[in-house]
């Protein structure tokens, strides 16, 4: 039923999709982040813009991704910006929930010896409040990561796709081995990018390592 | 020029009646997702009740989030559709599409009963034990009450993924709502493509804000926030 020797006839074909998928997960994610920044900040100064920007983010977030891409067509075309644009919006909700629930997290008691030891609001702000916060605010960039991983593939429609390219062209072309390698590296790809991201937290939080 | 062309497929009457119409494609797309929900609660409750309440679950719930977030729900819709396919299933039928929901409405029930449960205090199942509530009693008056909004919770993220891979469906050849913008798409109408997406989007919302209101009428009173 599989037929092996289709992966190794199509290696240069996998790798092309291969940075496809990279490119459409990672610029998405990382526009979110820039994004969800902000409006994080917007939230920490007036906290009353919490809900509107959670309930906005939410919209975006259960709009179907095949409806946001069909959406997006007349305004900016069957491209790359695209499915850019949608992916992005959906990581907003997972980003900006977590960042604030990470600063929102870190204990009274450190940011009163902070205040003690006579930090001003902004040092404590970086080298107190963020770096607590970290672990968190990895938590929402992986979720963000590897819920884009998914979604890319139903860029398909785009014309792009990246392995999602490989699931659909196996169906239209009733390959079952195109499919499951379609998905199988979909899968890959979102572990691999999960443990690097478990990797940099380790690393930029070395004081939360100690306990194994 | 696009609004244009929204206006006139609104005003086509093949767009409120006949087979590929508006209500037709709505229908079907409701029934399949609500069906395909309720298969799911009832196939993974029972043993996501018991783990829960065994206190096993942990670690199985952990693993079914993860691989549950890192599976495609596209490639999972498109592997059993093919699958069903070999093995005899017509491609235009419902079932396929139906079992692929069924297969992607599970892991957030299953994972979303065993935390509620488990997150109900060890000291409040003992003090119903002490009273002498059989294991069942337990489980029934105790547990599911107090865990009931986490599980609607799951409930609901079920359901909205299903609405929205129900939408791909049409990309294998089944129906829904999907149709009107994959068949938009293919003979280049984009009002056909825009009120699909439109629909589709506020059917996503609607299930969402719903089933919202659901899991805030199911949180029993003693857990809701007093009013000040």
Known sequence: ?????????????????????????????????????????????????????????????????????????????????????ALTSYTLLILVRNF??????????????????????SARFWRMEVPL???????????????????????????LGGYGFFIYRGFQARQITQTLVGLVLSIVLATILDFLFVALQRWLTPWSRERR | ???????????????????GSIPVLLWEHIWVSVVA???AIALVLPLALWLGHTRKGADIAGVVVNIGRAIPS????????????????????????????????APPVFTNTIAGVQGVSAATVEAARGMGLKESQLVGRVEVPLASPVIVEGIRIAFVQVIATATLGALVAWGGLGRLIVDGFSVQNQG?????????????????????????????RGLRPRPD
Do not use: C
């Not at chain 1, 906005?56 to 991704?65: E, F, K, M, Q, R």
């Not at chain 2, 056909?192 to 029993?220: C, D, Y």
């Open chain 1, 133 to 159: 916060a970290l672990p968190v605010i990895i938590a929402g960039i992986r979720i963000a990561t590897i819920t884009t991983v998914g979604l890319v593939t139903v860029s398909v429609v785009l014309g």
């Open chain 1, 100 to 121: 604030v629930a990470g600063i929102d997290g870190v204990p009274a008691a450190m940011l009163e010896a902070a205040d003690g030891m006579g930090y001003t609001r």
């Open chain 2, 192 to 220: 056909k493509v825009l009120v699909g997406a439109f629909l589709v989007a506020l059917l996503a919302v609607i299930a969402e804000v719903g089933l919202s209101i659901a899991q805030r009428a199911s949180t029993p």
């Open chain 2, 37 to 39: 929900t309720i298969v």
């Open chain 2, 1 to 19: 020029m696009v609004w244009d062309q929204v206006v006139d497929y609104l005003q086509d009457p093949a767009t409120w009646s006949g087979p």
């Open chain 2, 74 to 105: 596209f490639g999972i819709l498109v592997l059993t559709v093919m699958l069903l396919v070999q093995w005899g299933v017509s491609v235009l039928s419902v079932w396929p599409v139906l079992v692929a929901l069924i297969a992607l409405a």
């Open chain 1, 1 to 85: 039923m599989i037929d092996w020797g289709w992966i190794g006839r199509n290696a240069d074909q996998i790798i092309d999709r291969t940075w496809e998928h990279l490119f459409l997960t990672l610029v998405p994610v990382a526009i979110g982040i820039v994004i969800s920044l902000g409006l994080t900040a917007v939230v920490l100064r007036w906290r009353r813009a919490f809900g509107p920007i959670t309930v906005t983010a939410g919209i975006l977030y259960t709009i179907p991704s095949l409806a946001l891409f069909a959406a997006l067509i007349p305004v900016v075309g069957l491209n790359a910006t695209n499915a850019i644009i």
